[in-house]
């Protein structure tokens, strides 16, 4: 699959819609997902442009994975979570729907079922709020 810098990440990367971030360096950009399958959900992309783990540079993806390990305890501690889940979906036949690499952070706490993987928008007060805690844990 060709890479579509037309896709929704890319977009966001090129501030040309509104994300939620919560981390920034020169190749990764972490931001808190709209369809939250928990409290605390957090996708992290690289900023260089891949469809998925196909494609991507090993050099990004090492840098990528090392962002993912800081960033995920963490996340998991902000929010009061007590484990988090990784997810990464390549074709949209592994249920992948933005064709821009990405790993998901999804806080787990004792008890809480997942919500759905596409499911709806999350109420966006309590997104940017679980945004603005995160940011103060990580010192962003
Ligand atoms: P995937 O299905 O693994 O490709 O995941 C794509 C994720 O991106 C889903 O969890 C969506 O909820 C999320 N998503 C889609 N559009 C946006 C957006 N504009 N901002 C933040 N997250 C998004």
Redesign the pocket.
């Known amino acids: 699959m060709i890479y579509d810098p037309s896709n929704?990440f890319a977009r966001?990367l090129r501030g040309e819609?509104p994300?939620h971030k919560i981390y920034e360096d020169a190749d990764t950009l972490a931001?808190?997902?709209?369809?939250p399958q928990s409290n605390g959900h957090v996708?992290v992309i690289p900023k260089a442009p891949a469809v998925s783990l196909d494609d991507v540079d090993p050099q990004a993806l090492a840098q990528l994975i090392r962002v993912v390990q800081k960033l995920a305890p963490k996340i998991r501690d902000a929010v009061g979570a007590t484990g988090y889940r990784l997810a990464q979906?390549n074709g949209a036949n592994a249920?992948?729907?933005?064709f821009h690499l990405?790993f998901?952070i999804i806080p787990m706490y004792a008890g809480v079922p997942l919500r759905p993987?596409?499911g709806k928008m999350g109420d966006q007060t309590e997104i940017k709020r679980h945004a603005e805690t995160i940011r103060v844990a990580i010192g962003a």
């Open positions: 929704i966001i819609i994300a931001f808190m997902d709209v369809m996708l979906f249920g992948q729907t933005v990405h998901h993987h596409t």
